[in-house]
């Protein structure tokens, strides 16, 4: 009797999620190691820490929300529609 296991279906960001918290054991790990007993070299710890590491960090919290609605306004119209309607009202009523 043989059996089939189909692969598990994971979404790719979460392949380099899982990949980014194996990164960041290894430069946790080497960073409690003696320096005469570390596994890997200074250069190689450097580039973890200071550029693999922050760049997936980045790209797995990219946020696609346009940089003009972080304004004071938090996204919303500076103008309420309850004033909007006021302000066509009166252009309409009053003029």
């Not at 696609?64 to 306004?73: A, F």
């Amino acid at each position: 009797m043989t059996y089939h296991y189909r692969p598990i279906r994971e979404h790719e960001s979460d392949k380099i999620q899982r990949a980014l918290d194996i990164l960041k054991g290894v430069v946790d790990r080497e960073k409690n190691r003696h320096q005469m007993d570390g596994e890997l070299s200074f250069s190689m710890l450097d580039l973890l820490e200071s550029e693999v590491i922050p760049q997936l960090e980045n790209e797995l919290e990219y946020d696609p929300t346009p940089q003009y609605l972080w304004d004071d306004t938090g996204g919303e119209s500076p103008v309420t529609l309850d004033e909007m309607h006021t302000a066509a009202y009166n252009r309409k009523y009053n003029s």
